[in-house]
């Protein structure tokens, strides 16, 4: 299988650890997305996100610093039982939280949508959740 990984930086309004909940609470999750999900918490918890659509593990967590999360998504074109990686890494900025962002072993024919997708379905809602 061809694997590609997925680079992203971005700037969002908060604090690091606001951006930490945003993404790693079940609440702040819903907030920013407008779907079900449900997340744990703690390393080695599992996670669930737009409706069940995404789902993983967690595998490291350092509030308001580190996320690097196991990603699978309910789609019928992803391979059966492959994991993709996300590693969410924040740091302060003048202008709140710089975000770099890497989404690796993607599966190749995925790389181009689920780059979009990011921006989509998380960088933009996220920054409106933020600057409320």
Known sequence: MNLGTIRQKVVLPGTPRRVYDALMT???????TGADARISGKVGGKFM???????????KLVPGKTIVQT???SDETWPKGHASVVR????????????????SKVPAEHVGHLRTGWKTSYWTPLRKYLSK
């Open 49 to 59: 996100a737009w409706g069940g659509y995404i789902h993983g593990t967690n595998l």
């Open 71 to 73: 990603w699978v998504p």
């Open 88 to 103: 969410f890494a924040l740091a302060p900025s003048p202008r709140g939280t710089k975000v770099t962002f890497t989404h």
């Open 26 to 32: 079940t609440r702040g999750h819903k907030a920013f």
